[in-house]
Nanobody, 123 residues
Framework: QVQLVESGGGLVQAGGSLRLSCAASGRTFSSYAMGWFRQAPGKEREFVAAISGDGFGPYYTSSVRGRFTISRDNAKNTVYLQMNSLKPEDTAVYYC????????????????WGQGTQVTVSS
């Protein structure tokens, strides 16, 4: 079992930055690839970024590539999402998720999910 808790969301103006954190329980954190997803009102949950268990191979959806950076600290059982140059269309609830598979971008491929953290970008 892996429990995930996100933090770091909030309200920011367009062009600003936020850093999301996701703390994981358990002693096998490094064996999981981690992903960030987001869900805007009235839309399906969509993939944002993923990173492998050993921290290699970051992968991003095209709309955030060059603006967002995913990273992890296995000693702290934490994965991060640094979000720069935020746009109003980035507004959503952001979720972190864990999977033993790599590389996966589908919601159905992830086994464990956090409760989500709201990110709101004002224009």
């Amino acid at each position: 079992q892996v429990q995930l808790v996100e933090s770091g969301g909030g309200l920011v103006q367009a062009g600003g930055s936020l850093r999301l954190s996701c703390a994981a329980s358990g002693r096998t954190f490094s064996s999981y690839a981690m992903g960030w997803f987001r869900q805007a009102p009235g839309k399906e949950r969509e993939f944002v970024a993923a990173i492998s268990g050993d921290g290699f191979g970051p992968y991003y959806t095209s709309s955030v590539r060059g603006r967002f950076t995913i990273s992890r600290d296995n000693a702290k059982n934490t994965v991060y999402l640094q979000m720069n140059s935020l746009k109003p269309e980035d507004t959503a609830v952001y979720y972190c998720a864990a999977t033993r598979l790599w590389l996966r971008v589908g919601v159905e491929d992830y086994d464990y999910w956090g409760q989500g953290t709201q990110v709101t970008v004002s224009s």
